[in-house]
């Protein structure tokens, strides 16, 4: 059953006008009350399933914005519920304003073991343009203060692929993560979602990301960039520096493995059925009040859909999917140029230049 277990905490400072992600910056609900919510979340499926999870991931919204004392009292309340002495992993999203290093050490007597810090980017103008609160200075502190505090799975975010950056801008913020104790990047390219302030700019001329050509010099260069600092591709946005610092979360996720997604927004997967919470905390908080599991949307899905979606979050990993799921569906010259042979030629995977263009080439597959 579950292997991961997803906590959403669905708090922000501020909202990002680029972020799609549900979060709300004033809550109807206390982080106490949200506390109780999740932990009677857990119950309900606990009382179902056993499950022995090997990851635990706080993701948001800002987890950050909650002091480290809010997830020991989670912790403790999910191990009465769920037994965790399998756990390897336990994750927290942190935004570079929030811990000091008194925080940071705080979180290593909870537990946690791996952190990902939203550093976002190392230059401050490009800090501005995303409508972070933070400076470059205060990211590269945190980084640094975690790393004292005797964090060594250390992840940063970085969004690429702003107005105006050019590849020599790119090289001086890797210049900057050249300096710091970081194991593993995720580096995201800056995507306008509609429904975002950001999207209306757009529309309106008031914000101009880079063009096709201008993205794919940025992409080589980060590409190149991240290899010389030794940072290894293993999904399309994420690098590490070794093997065992890959996200083992987030390859439950790539794997089409079960996990079980809490609180307001989160989706889970058991193997057969994807579920979502509601994008809405009064709903959320509602249902569970009343003993009712809060999924608001409910998909069972096919043979032929699992095999789809599997094929599509496996794609997205360097670990790729058996020959037979490319080969005779893809034109063979499209596969030698868009494909490399992975584990050890039984699977094939997307090439650099593949991975560039993937949503074209899946939507040619599917
Ligand atoms: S802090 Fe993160 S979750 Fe919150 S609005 Fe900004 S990008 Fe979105």
Redesign the pocket.
């Known amino acids: 059953m579950f292997e991961g277990i997803y906590v959403h905490v669905p708090f922000?400072?501020?909202?990002?006008p680029?972020?799609d992600?549900f979060?709300v910056v004033s809550s109807p609900l206390g982080a106490g009350e949200y506390l109780g919510l999740l932990v009677r979340e857990l119950r309900l499926y606990a009382d179902r399933y056993r499950f022995k999870p090997k990851t635990v991931y706080f993701g948001?919204?800002?987890p950050s914005l909650l002091k480290p004392e809010f997830y020991e009292k989670l912790l403790s309340e999910f191990a009465k519920l769920v037994d965790l002495s399998r756990v390897e992993e336990i994750t927290i999203e942190v935004?570079p304003e929030s811990y000091s290093l008194k925080d940071f050490k705080k979180l290593r007597e909870v537990g946690f073991n791996r952190l990902s810090i939203?550093v976002q980017s190392f230059s401050d103008r490009n800090l501005r343009l995303l409508g972070?609160t933070h400076s470059a200075e205060r990211a590269k502190r945190a980084v640094l203060e975690a790393a004292e505090a005797g964090f060594e799975n250390l992840s940063v975010d970085l969004i690429w692929g702003l107005p105006d950056q050019g590849p020599d801008d790119l090289e001086r913020e890797l210049e900057v993560l050249d300096r710091l104790p970081v194991v593993h990047a995720s580096a995201y390219l800056l995507t306008v979602y509609e429904e975002t302030p950001l999207f209306r700019l757009r529309e309106e001329g008031k914000f101009r990301p880079p063009d096709q050509e201008e993205v794919e010099k940025l992409y080589f260069t980060l590409l190149r960039g991240l290899r010389e600092l030794g940072f290894e591709r293993y999904e399309v946005s994420n690098f590490a520096k070794e093997k065992r610092y890959r996200s083992l979360h987030n390859l439950l996720y790539w794997r089409s493995r079960p996990w079980l997604g809490l609180g307001a927004s989160a989706w889970s997967f058991d193997g057969r059925r994807r579920w979502a919470n509601p994008r809405d905390l009064r709903l959320y908080a509602e249902r569970l009040r009343r003993n009712e599991p809060p999924a608001a949307q409910v998909f069972d899905l096919s043979e032929e859909e699992l095999f789809k979606e599997k094929l599509l979050m496996a794609l997205r990993t360097t670990e790729g999917v058996p020959r037979s799921w490319i080969e005779g569906r893809l034109p063979p010259e499209v596969v030698k140029e868009f494909f490399v042979p992975a584990k050890g030629g039984k699977n094939l995977a997307f090439n650099d230049r593949g991975f560039l263009v993937s949503n074209y080439l899946l939507s040619e597959l599917i």
């Open positions: 922000c400072g501020r909202k990002c680029y972020c992600f979060s948001g919204g800002t935004n939203g972070r």
